[in-house]
């Protein structure tokens, strides 16, 4: 019976590592399958793939143009994933995206019976475009679906369809008619990414791209069922001690209240309020998908670094003298990075 389980227990093992190996030649398959289609932007698209893979949530900034919408639908075409696009508006309704009970006559019968009408929602990676374009009562019917992975309807609770991501995009510059994400939604996207221009070379290639007669297509690499899978294997692969220790004091390093005053005379001086545990948890899921996606089943401090920025910059609160002094969050982060050495 004993060496039965043991058996069974290195066979977990050995199926592990190979499909370690596996994410590790598919995100190389990525990377270039997503070069046909998207230029210049692969860093973007290994994160949200990080992301995916932790089961978290992505908020892209970046204005309008720079191929937010097509990186989304490129990475649910790669994963064999369905993709749902929702425009956010100011008259969008919470039902709008959840869906809603409708009634209907059953010809069969002429009774009238209720049935659910899903809502885009029920995606496995779904893009809030201009997030912030919609009221908080309608964002807020997004966050139960980003936290819990489901939908309540009435008195009824609808899961929803596995593996789940939301990518929100939010436009830096035109706040005009916008609303404020509250902080306990910013909170539940596991990392804030920054599209930025393309260089001239990316540019060049983009205009190649999209404006001849024949368009590239991106091929199947991993499926829902692997993706699946791994998501599992991030959360068996081993972190030390210190590894984690350094992942909290670099969130402990962001706080300047509650007793748990920074000892960075930066961080004092510009933050309002700093990260949540909650931060501590995405550096170490972030820096366990990193090493994979490299091919190692162990994390190193160099990871946790890697995504911190990511994981950080939407967690803390600046403070008015930050704006008059034009200090970014990512310059608090860099700094609290060098300071931090363990």
């Known amino acids: 019976m004993i060496e039965t389980v043991e058996t069974t227990e ?8 190979e499909l370690v190996q596996k994410l590790k030649e598919a995100h190389h398959q990525l990377i270039n399958e997503a070069s046909k ?21 992505v908020l892209l900034l970046g204005l309008p143009g720079l191929g937010k919408t097509l990186m989304a639908n490129t990475m649910a075409q790669m994963l064999n994933l ?61 966050l139960q679906a980003m936290q819990e992975h489901n939908v309540s309807i009435g008195r009824k609770t609808y899961d929803l369809d596995q593996p789940f991501m939301v990518l929100a995009t939010q436009n830096p510059i035109e706040m ?17 990414l920054k599209v930025k221009y393309p260089s001239e070379a990316d540019e060049m290639a983009i205009v190649k791209g999209t404006t001849g007669a024949v368009r590239e297509e991106v091929s199947h690499i991993i499926n829902a069922e692997e993706i699946a899978q791994l998501q599992q294997i991030v959360r068996s692969v081993p972190v030390a001690d210190d590894i984690i220790r350094y ?21 004092r001086k510009y933050v309002g309020h700093g990260a949540s545990p909650r931060a501590s948890q995405y550096l170490i ?5 990193k090493a994979l996606l490299n091919g190692r089943y162990h994390v190193s401090k160099s990871d946790v670094q890697e995504v911190a920025h990511a994981v950080l910059r939407h967690r803390l609160v600046l403070n008015f003298r930050s704006k008059a002094d034009k200090v970014k969050a990512d310059e608090i982060i860099s700094h609290i990075l060098d300071q931090v050495r363990s």
Request: one cysteine or more; aromatic letters at 6%.
């Open 285 to 289: 899921l972030g820096a366990k998908a």
């Open 247 to 267: 992942a909290v004091r670099l969130v402990a390093a962001t706080r300047v209240e509650n007793g748990s005053t920074s000892k960075i005379e930066m961080v």
């Open 176 to 192: 005009e008619g916008t609303y404020v994400l509250p902080e306990a939604q910013l909170d539940r996207f596991m990392f804030c």
């Open 82 to 142: 369905d993709f749902c696009r929702i425009q956010f508006t100011p008259d969008l309704m919470p039902s709008d995206i959840t869906g809603t009970d409708v009634v209907e006559e059953d010809p069969d019968t002429g009774r009238r019976v209720r049935q659910f009408l899903r809502g885009p929602i029920f995606s496995n990676l779904v893009l809030a475009d201009e997030i912030n374009r919609t009221p908080p009562k309608t964002q807020a019917a997004l």
């Open 10 to 17: 290195i066979d977990k093992q050995l199926d592990a590592l």
């Open 37 to 57: 289609v998207v230029y210049g932007q692969q860093h973007t698209l290994e994160f949200m793939l990080i992301s995916m893979l932790c089961k978290g949530h």
